[in-house]
């Protein structure tokens, strides 16, 4: 990784360059080159990691505009979050779309194969934290992992969650989604022998405070082997997910 | 109920009272003469239900006295708590008392006999919140209730509140006393088909914010027929379970 | 209640069912089943207790399927709570449906007849608390429990909450539901020798922060007997007051 | 009031003083005399009005240091507030002193005479509240009120509060003062028709939040007539009933 | 004020009614003839005070309702808080109504003629704080006081206030109306010698939190004589400050 | 500054002005001609300094009013912020404005040209925060300073704002600004060696809760350097920039 | 992991067992051979991965016999978090144990041999933070793990952090520890390309709010692949770091 | 200040250097050798700029030690912030030290001269808002500025803080210091025309929440020119305000 700006030094070393044109080169390289960061754009597309826009403030022909400098670059795998169905409409109308309406995600390309260590289970308190789950687990398959969904087993009728417990039990990463009181998480926790990531959500009312006791109740899990990310950041533990789902051992 | 204050009007009737006396014996006397409160001590003494002393800031000095005048009004049973190791020594030294450590409860005369509808099972999810639940537990106790503790049933181990589930299904109602998450209260509230009263305690660190983030858990638990008392609050939680315990109608 | 494990278990004993099949059966049936949960749905049927659905998040449609499925599987007595005006009518105009406006509840099938212990009393502070108190009061209603409601009995004009002491003393179970400062629930619950449901509700303004502060004033009620659920919980209340109301000896 | 600002522009056009002298008098000068502020001292040495020093964070050493400037401008009458037994003890070795250990309140010189319109009643919910109830009063004493102290009379007793009704009735203003869930205020000013200045207190535990609850309540307070001070500001409490008992026309 | 229950007694004593007969008169009659309250009806015709509808979550149908049941008690002078300018217009079609559009108060019958000790001052920091300083300023006119209107003399331009100090210094009562930082309260308590009643208002962005900020800033005043209201609670400081510009003795 | 006040005093001298006359003008004359207070008007249109106008809840119709009236003054140029596109529209229809629809600025007059020490550097984290960033950028600019700006250089992508590293170094202020977690404000103030103000923004979701989170967080900076004006406010910041960035010794 | 309960099973289809039995059986038996929980022991065993003991509220005598209690089962390998020295000095009196001081941990037994994935880097900003991070990096490192520690490369001094980013970089697992603005978790987020975990501390005075800006700080951050644990709870983020290192397919 | 990094480039170009010793150097070199980052070292010691330790949790003896390695590097002059009476002491015992007991400050070698463009005023609200100042003056004067002390001039007594005007209206730089309702900050900003650093202080009780409602007062000040920083953080107040009195232009 630290090549380019090796390659940089040995071109003054054999006087291609000066040393001024070599301070200029050394600036106007990428960051990474000076061996504290990652070569993102040629790095991901090479191993056909997508990009990602998070659409939430963006119009539609800002995204359209995006979309195209990314794929001149050669970026054809583009993930784009928090993308409404009108503003997806619009997109589509003027480019090739694929939409996920639950999920609110929009994708160009194609998904990567599956190609992680195991599977990774989004699990759900209740039906009203389906858009987030739909959310991390469309991210984590666009990423190239296997998900398996397990909807609406909040620890409120236990039995439901404990007859899917194989499937739990058995995947590599799990995603737990609850709002309200947020217990699932420990729950799952509790019973999983993998990390769980945690996500409030802001279903609820009244002292629920859009999320915040979820992500309090979370935080505070006596489970071991849980973290917590934003209340609704069902792209954050999708991705985080497939991270985990996708470890090797770095040379 | 309405007899005192009927015996008064009576008295006025018959001429035994003026109506310048009937209008002073009419404010000194207990208000639930009037017909809209209850006659606390007497009522208290006939069934046997013990006097409460709030014990927290209290002097042992300040203790004894109000026992000495409970007593001298008749009332033999009186339950103390908050209360220290130490002042309950200085209080034992010149009075009877019997003393309860875990849950820093002090009484005088005896336990009533218990005489529920069914059995309380005061249920925790750690050890650090054993203070909490004994002061439940034994005041349940005192006002004539059959307990059974259930500690240390987290639901970061699930299969250990499982395999007592037996008892907790077979209770009248269910004490359920956690800090961190709070999610025990869930997760009992959805198996158990009796009332559930949750007790937050500040067992926790961080983020559990001395209690709140465990009160927030509760008062947000998508299981029915859960409430919940004040961080802490064993004595307010055995209370109230014995009141439901001993629920009868009213003629 | 462990019947239909140990029939599953005479089963292999009597060679009906191999190891195998009973391992796989033993993983299928309702979790209830291995002893440690309620078996909701035949329990239920048999004691007409209805079954809930939570409406808020759900389309017309949606609730008109689960209504059609859980008929199906024979239960006809069905409450939906926070169903708007407009899905109600919607609902109705495909099947049959009881709709309360003020309680913003919808029901199948019929009230069950009370046959609780006595009377569940719904206090409210202000008459802007009346939406909240009807959800708990219907909800109280359809449990088979005989309600009374005592509206607008705010301890700002404390005369007018004790003109109605008669029925508060002799209500089984009493309902307090209050906004802004919450003071209704320590009032009733100093005056109340019976259990005391506290309700927060969003109604105020300002520092009211949507029912925070009510919610807090409760948790931290002077009076013993009081326990609090969720800000505008009306269903909560009204669900574990019925349960209170139908408290009975378990064999 | 605005006589000497007057005095000196008098002394200008006599030829006493010159502009330049003037000048530096009127920056001298307290600034009230230029028209817009009280002139602190002069009115209260006149009126017996006594200065206030607030001890917190005071040294017995600087305090009375305070005292000797104090004394040296004329000024006899001085209250010093949040004083502990132990530095009372100190002062008073040094310099004549009067100390209320109930209220932590120190004073010189004479209580003014009651001169007020009527009574100040003050009014707790709890016995654990009096320390904050006699800051208030031993405060209003020394301002020239009469106080009635009427305490533990909180809304879970309320037979208590009104068997006082007549002496709360009957003062001028009253000042309530509540911890945990601070309903007193609500109830005493719905049946008050006198101003009502409401004291939050730090008593409770768990979610009382060391007054924060009681605060928020009081803010709340569904009654009119009721204003609020800052937890456990039994002196500003006293001080401003004080200024309302004190009410007359200005010319 | 206690004759109707001395007059029930005396009947009692003569004969005319019987024990039974006073005892349902005792509990028909309105609780403040027992002794511990106000005949508030009756009280406040006599004197021209009027009576008070919250408008805020009323319908114009159920305002005129309450108008008319007023009016026949023979109450004329009524005041409508928090009255939209639609509904105002749709009560004034079909009964008298006097609309003040600035603080969205509406009245019936006649303003009370001044009659208090003093001016009441109302003093904004804003020109956004203006609809709740006339909602104050006109509550506390139809309550019989004299009032001063200082708009806009906020603490960041101090000359401002100051070259209105005369108006500030001579009103009996002084309201401070402030959002953001609240500062102008603890600045005019400094000035002034009166009571001063702070109202936080919502006026602000970002960290003012909806008028917190401004409430916890006047709740620590560092003045003395300052108290505190609910958030934008105009009404409640208008009708506190006519409250304390009416002191007078009781007999 | 005190030439005014000093004339009043030597016109008493003389005798052109009576003591009662020269009180009266003392009290009239703009509060800052006694010496504590600048002449706002006077000196900012001598310096060609903008005054501004906080346009949020102001109609254009009051806008233009207020603008007439600073116009006949002399004041030309002038700043209103929080303008909508709309009311912007409006205004320019009936005078002349400059409208910036980044920063939601309208201006009259011409900015003043840059006389400052240096160049301000705006520097945000993200696309959204671009908004406050331009409010802030423009205010500077109408002040007469330099401004570049340099956006979308968040600390996730620490590489894009190590690339503008020359230009946020030759700043003489800079302006962080951002939301979510806010750490642009901590890296910025620790490569910097200038003055650093921390805008938050109320950019993010959840548990960004408004720029809570990153107020917080950039109160908390571990660099020294670093002070923070309100959630949102540009044009704080810019004010202020401009402040620091004119500089000089006072005489 | 299911054979334990199909030879329950198969010994009752050969009449070993009878169904009476099986059933007594089944209950007794850890829950997980149901098929929903895993064998925490015996997996434990075999696999050395140690027992954990949270030691914060338990005497040195409970240690003592909970770690006699494990080692009789065959369980030898036990790491003790939150021990004070003199409380390891007394258990290290009556038993084997090494203890760790920097980071308050205990062990008996050996550390497991690195057998991860790759290496661990514990990361702190400040040095106060470096007590989380040796309970982090201790435990890592008791589960197997390699760790290289970083401390004190806070943000407010980046070019500490990027001298060190080639560990960075290289590492499996990232824990990021800081308090204050806890800006530390976004950067290395951003730079790092595997999962990071983010340990907020409650290192900080004033609006650190012991760990509470730091917190949200995390929750927020921009960067993906970032996930977060309580505050000061290094041990969770270092089990949980070590389960990612291990992560391995599920056959 | 790109000078080392081009000596390194200028080596290699001339053979002095290879482009893997080149490389090496580049890694090992200060950051901002590579243009984007301060060499702090070396320019503060050309400078005679302190050095800064946070003494807080630090013990005397790794002081000492870090005194040792400054001094070492040719770093005389060095500030150590938050040491206690007893900790400066013991450093003084071994080493020059010159401890200021006011603000909690020791320092070695000379206070720099001052060498600003004017004077920084450093003013407090109160008299236990003393120490944080003196933190502040003492800094601000090591860092070569002169310094004016204006203490106890709270806006509750206005005429104070007016009758100080000219020292306030003369300085180059204000810091304003205040606990409770932190007004100070609005009316020093209302008035001075230079940059106003608000530091909220801990002092204060109940609602001041440790400095929270004076944090958020200056937050929401409504005078522009004011900016906020941690809570009691003299230090970061006048190392600030020393950079802003040294403001001067880059070339």
């Given at each position: 990784?630290?090549?380019?700006?090796?390659?940089i030094?040995?071109?003054?070393?054999?006087?291609?360059?000066?040393?001024?044109?070599?301070?200029?080169?050394?600036?106007?390289?990428?960051?990474?080159?000076?061996?504290?960061?990652?070569?993102?754009?040629?790095?991901?597309?090479?191993?056909?990691?997508?990009?990602?826009?998070?659409?939430?403030?963006?119009?539609?022909e800002?995204?359209?505009?995006?979309?195209?400098?990314?794929?001149?670059?050669?970026?054809?795998?583009?993930?784009?979050?928090?993308l409404?169905?009108?503003a997806?409409?619009?997109?589509?109308?003027?480019?090739?779309?694929?939409?996920?309406?639950?999920?609110?995600i929009?994708?160009?390309?194609?998904?990567?194969?599956?190609d992680?260590?195991?599977?990774?289970?989004?699990v759900?308190?209740?039906?009203?934290?389906?858009?987030?789950?739909?959310?991390?687990?469309?991210?984590?398959?666009?990423f190239?992992?296997?998900?398996?969904?397990?909807?609406?087993?909040?620890?409120?009728?236990?039995h439901?969650?404990?007859?899917?417990?194989?499937?739990?039990?058995?995947?590599?990463?799990?995603?737990?989604?609850?709002?309200?009181?947020?217990?699932?998480?420990?729950v799952?926790?509790?019973?999983?022998?993998?990390?769980?990531?945690?996500?409030?959500?802001?279903?609820?009312?009244?002292?629920?405070?859009?999320?915040?006791?979820?992500?309090?109740?979370?935080?505070?899990?006596?489970?071991?082997g849980?973290?917590?990310?934003?209340?609704?950041?069902?792209?954050?533990?999708?991705?985080l997910?497939?991270?985990?789902?996708?470890?090797?051992?770095?040379s």
């Amino acid at each position: 990784m630290k090549t380019e700006i090796k390659a940089i030094l040995e071109a003054v070393q054999s006087g291609e360059l000066s040393a001024d044109e070599a301070l200029l080169r050394l600036k106007q390289a990428p960051y990474e080159d000076l061996g504290f960061a990652k070569v993102d754009l040629h790095r991901r597309i090479t191993q056909g990691i997508p990009e990602v826009i998070y659409g939430e403030s963006k119009t539609p022909e800002q995204i359209v505009k995006i979309l195209q400098t990314l794929r001149d670059s050669g970026q054809d795998n583009i993930l784009i979050t928090r993308l409404s169905e009108e503003a997806a409409a619009q997109i589509a109308a003027e480019t090739e779309l694929h939409y996920y309406p639950e999920g609110r995600i929009g994708m160009t390309g194609e998904k990567k194969a599956p190609d992680g260590i195991g599977r990774i289970a989004v699990v759900t308190a209740g039906t009203s934290d389906i858009p987030v789950a739909e959310e991390a687990a469309i991210t984590a398959e666009c990423f190239g992992n296997e998900v398996v969904r397990i909807y609406d087993v909040g620890v409120a009728g236990l039995h439901r969650l404990l007859s899917h417990m194989e499937e739990v039990m058995s995947a590599s990463v799990i995603i737990a989604i609850a709002g309200m009181e947020g217990a699932l998480a420990s729950v799952v926790g509790g019973l999983a022998d993998c990390p769980v990531i945690a996500v409030p959500t802001s279903v609820g009312y009244g002292a629920s405070f859009d999320g915040l006791s979820a992500l309090l109740a979370m935080m505070n899990s006596c489970a071991s082997g849980v973290s917590v990310v934003n209340i609704d950041n069902g792209f954050g533990a999708g991705y985080l997910a497939g991270r985990i789902n996708h470890m090797e051992a770095k040379s």
